[in-house]
């Protein structure tokens, strides 16, 4: 599979060494790095992006952000995950409760990482899928699968419009 991580961080050394530790994984073929909202949304509006990695506090205001992302039904199912300083639990549950799927260190070992990450790119194919098959049951439900055309469900729903 052809990934690519967004890496959302301000300042380095946590940018370098969260790309780093993202690329050690060995699970992403691309990686994107941006440091404000606006490189955020203009990056997913023109990558498929699987992941978004966030160095936690090195964005000032991420409300705005994070608003459109939980509000973009394309958008809304990446899997966001917050890393923190290993001393700053409290930025960790912060991260949880602005909507992040998890929230780990930087000392995070590599191949817990991996496995976290794993997880959370297939949950997030599964959801895609069903949302896929969701759509495609909508579609048989008012139309003949062998014509194409509207069915009575489909007759009977536009006579209420």
Do not use: Y
């Not at 929230?103 to 997880?119: Q, Y």
């Amino acid at each position: 599979m052809e990934a690519t991580a967004l890496i959302i961080s301000t300042n380095d050394p946590p940018r370098g060494a969260l790309e780093q530790k993202i690329v050690k994984t060995g699970i992403f073929s691309k990686t994107l790095v941006c440091s404000s909202g606006n490189c955020v949304i203009s990056e997913l509006k023109r990558h498929n992006v699987h992941m978004i990695f966030w160095a936690f506090g090195t964005i000032d205001d991420p409300t705005e952000w994070l608003d459109i992302l939980s509000h973009n039904p394309a958008w809304i199912d990446i899997p966001l995950l917050v890393f923190t300083k290993e001393e700053e639990s409290s930025q960790r549950l912060r991260g949880l409760q602005l909507g992040a799927c998890d929230s780990v260190t930087f000392v995070t070992p590599t191949d817990e990482l991996a496995a976290r990450i794993r997880g959370h790119i297939k949950r997030s194919e599964q959801i895609s899928n069903l949302k896929n098959r969701r759509a495609e049951m909508a579609k048989f439900a008012l139309n003949d699968p062998l014509t194409g055309l509207g069915n009575r469900a489909s007759f009977d729903l536009r006579l209420g419009q």
